[in-house]
T-cell receptor, first 112, second 116 residues
Framework: GDSVTQMEGPVTLSEEAFLTINCTYTATGYPSLFWYVQYPGEGLQLLLKATKADDKGSNKGFEATYRKETTSFHLEKGSVQVSDSAVYFCALSDKGFQKLVFGTGTRLLVSP | GAGVSQSPRYKVAKRGQDVALRCDPISGHVSLFWYQQALGQGPEFLTYFQNEAQLDKSGLPSDRFFAERPEGSVSTLKIQRTQQEDSAVYLC??????????????FGSGTQLSVL
């Protein structure tokens, strides 16, 4: 079945450092890919998405590119802030944006 | 309301007890999903409603799990004879339109269930 693999955390960075969180997927078809973020005490929020190969999703300075050839959707940000500290989940869906298969999540800790 | 609301926020149950978890989706939202998130894991799909119809329950782990949405708004997830492996955060999510559309999901903060 479909699956998503993320790098284990926590990822610990200093403010203004460059961020990469790796995500690879296995799917039989051509899924849509997502990054969700969970801030402490809050519900999951959609951060960005891409629906086809070579699409780049972006939001709040975060970017991820749908790479079909490497089945990857790595999350990047050029300069992280303390407020970016959260758990980040990579996910896919074969149909629409709702029935999602999630990775295990990666905790990001950003220190001043 | 402004967002998806779940109650209770925390629930402690003794093994063998029945529990009921409530979800209030965003008003007017057609689709409602339940996910289960075990400690250190990503959420896993449990079941889906379109209005009052339960169209997909393929993720329910056993017949002890039952969900309903009788009037197409509030939903309840019921777990009978709880076991320790049921301990998890149960997430509810809703979206404005039907399944398999590109309408985004809005998640609640979840109910953390601990079975002792």
């Amino acid at each position: 079945g479909d699956s998503v693999t993320q790098m284990e955390g926590p990822v610990t960075l200093s403010e203004e450092a460059f961020l990469t969180i790796n995500c690879t997927y296995t799917a039989t078809g051509y899924p849509s890919l997502f990054w969700y973020v969970q801030y402490p005490g809050e519900g999951l929020q959609l951060l960005l998405k891409a629906t086809k190969a070579d699409d780049k999703g972006s939001n709040k300075g975060f970017e991820a590119t749908y790479r079909k050839e490497t089945t990857s959707f790595h999350l990047e940000k050029g300069s992280v802030q303390v407020s970016d500290s959260a758990v980040y989940f990579c996910a896919l869906s074969d149909k629409g944006f709702q029935k999602l298969v999630f990775g295990t999540g990666t905790r990001l800790l950003v220190s001043p | 309301g402004a967002g998806v609301s779940q109650s209770p926020r925390y629930k402690v149950a003794k093994r063998g007890q029945d529990v009921a978890l409530r979800c209030d989706p965003i008003s007017g939202h057609v689709s409602l999903f339940w996910y289960q998130q075990a400690l250190g894991q990503g959420p896993e799909f449990l079941t889906y409603f379109q209005n009052e119809a339960q169209l997909d329950k393929s993720g329910l782990p056993s017949d002890r799990f039952f969900a309903e949405r009788p009037e197409g708004s509030v939903s309840t997830l019921k777990i009978q004879r709880t076991q320790q492996e049921d301990s998890a955060v149960y997430l509810c999510a809703s979206s404005a339109t039907g399944y398999a559309t590109n309408e985004k999901l809005f998640f609640g903060s979840g109910t953390q269930l601990s079975v002792l």
